[in-house]
DNA sequence: GGCCGATACGTACAAGCGTACGCAATATAT
DNA sequence: ATATATTGCGTACGCTTGTACGTATCGGCC
C-alpha cells in the first residue's frame, strides 16, 4: 500500500499550451470530423488532461472556433501571398494554377479541415463570419490583377475545381487545372 | 390506480414507415447536420417511437448511406431531365443556368444536404461511392452535350459557383450565373 | 525569499447516445 | 377461423459525452 496504482501525473511547464491545443484540434477536426471531435479526443491528441481543456476554453464551440479561424488564416495567407508575388496578369495567372494544383489539392488535411468548416458555417454564425472573412480576403487577393468581377468567378471556379478534384477518384491533374483555368481567363 | 398515467399509444398501420423515415433522415440531417443526426431525432421527426429505426435499419450508418443515396438519386433525375430536354447547345447552356440558379440554389434544403454528403463521404466508404456515382451521372448527363473536357471542368464551375453562393453573403443572381457560365463557354 | 494568482491535473456527474429486446397487435397465409 | 410472421411499441443497459470542480504545484512579482 506505499505505491498507489497511478501515481499523478509529473506537473508540466508548458506555456503555449492553449495554442498547441488549438492545432490538436485542427488535427482531430481533420482525421475524425467535427462530429468526432471531442473534449477528450483532442486532450488525448495533445497529450494533456482532459481538465485542461475545460481550463483553457468555456465549450467545445470556442475551440472549434479558435480552430477554424486558425486554417482560415493560413489558407488565406498563402494565397495573399502567391498573389503579391505575382507581377503581371501571366504571374498571377500561373499562381492561381500553383494555388489550386499545389497548395489546395496537396495537402489532404487542408482539403479536409475546409470542407468541414463549410459545413459548420451551415449551422454556426460565428463560423459562417470566419468563411465569409476568407472568401472576401481570397476576392481582395484575386483583385489586384482582375476585374471584381472576374475575380468572384474565379474564385467560385477555383472553389470547383478544387472540391471536385478532392472528392474525384481519378483527381485532376495540374496540366488539366491549368487548362480549365486558362481557358476561362482566355 | 386504474389508469396507468401514459398509456400505450395505439397501435399504427403504416406500411411505407420505412421510407418515411429516410426523408425523416433527410430532414434532420439538413437541419442539424450528420452530426446532429440521431436515432431518436430521427424518430420524433417522423413521429414514431424509437423502437421503430433499430427494427426498420441495421444501425444509423445504414440510415445515413439510404438517406445520402435517395438525395443523389434525386438532384441527378433533375439533372438528366433538364438536359435531356435540351435539345441543341444553347439550349443545354441555358438548361445549366437553370440547373445551378433555380434547382440547386434554390433549395437551401438540397444545399446543405449535398455539402453534408461530401463531407460524410471523406470518412464514408460507402458514401464516397455514393458521391461519385453521382458526379459520373452528371458528367455522363453533360456529355450529351459537350466534349468530355467541358463536361468535367463545367461540372466544377457548377459545383464552385454553387458553394460559393450559397456560402456568400450576398450570393450570385441569376444573371451573374448566366455570366460567368457563358464567359467559360463563350 | 515568500506569497499568490495562474496553471496543471484528476475525477465526478447528469444527460444523451446506439442498440437490444420483450411483448402486443395486426395483416396475411392457410 | 386459426396460426404465423410481420410490424409496432416501450424500455432497459452500458457507454461516451460536455462540463464543473477540488486539489496540487509552480512561475513571477513584491
Not at 473534449?39 to 467545445?60: K, N, Q
Not at 486554417?71 to 499562381?95: G, N, P, T
Not at 463549410?118 to 472573412?133: E, G, H, I, K, S
Amino acid at each position: 500500500m506505499s505505491t498507489p496504482a497511478i501515481p499523478r501525473r509529473q506537473r508540466r511547464h508548458d506555456p503555449g499550451r492553449r495554442d498547441r491545443l488549438i492545432d490538436a484540434a485542427l488535427t482531430v477536426i481533420a482525421e475524425r470530423g467535427v462530429a468526432g471531435t471531442t473534449h477528450r479526443e483532442i486532450a488525448r491528441a495533445a497529450d494533456v488532461p482532459l481538465g485542461s481543456m475545460t481550463y483553457h476554453f468555456a465549450s467545445l464551440e470556442e475551440v472549434l472556433a479558435e480552430a477554424f479561424t486558425r486554417h482560415a488564416d493560413a489558407v488565406a495567407r498563402v494565397f495573399d501571398e502567391r498573389l503579391s508575388a505575382a507581377r503581371d496578369r501571366d504571374e498571377a495567372v500561373e499562381a492561381v494554377i500553383t494555388l489550386v494544383a499545389d497548395d489546395l489539392l496537396g495537402s489532404r488535411h487542408d482539403l479536409v479541415l475546409t470542407a468541414e468548416l463549410y459545413v459548420a458555417a451551415a449551422r454556426n454564425p460565428a463560423l459562417l463570419a470566419v468563411t465569409q472573412a476568407w472568401m472576401a480576403r481570397s476576392r481582395q487577393a484575386l483583385e489586384r490583377h482582375f476585374d471584381a468581377t472576374t475575380a468572384r468567378e474565379l474564385d467560385a471556379l477555383i472553389e470547383g475545381l478544387t472540391l471536385h478534384s478532392a472528392l474525384s477518384t481519378d483527381p485532376m491533374t495540374p496540366e488539366q487545372i491549368r487548362h480549365a483555368i486558362h481557358r476561362y481567363l482566355r
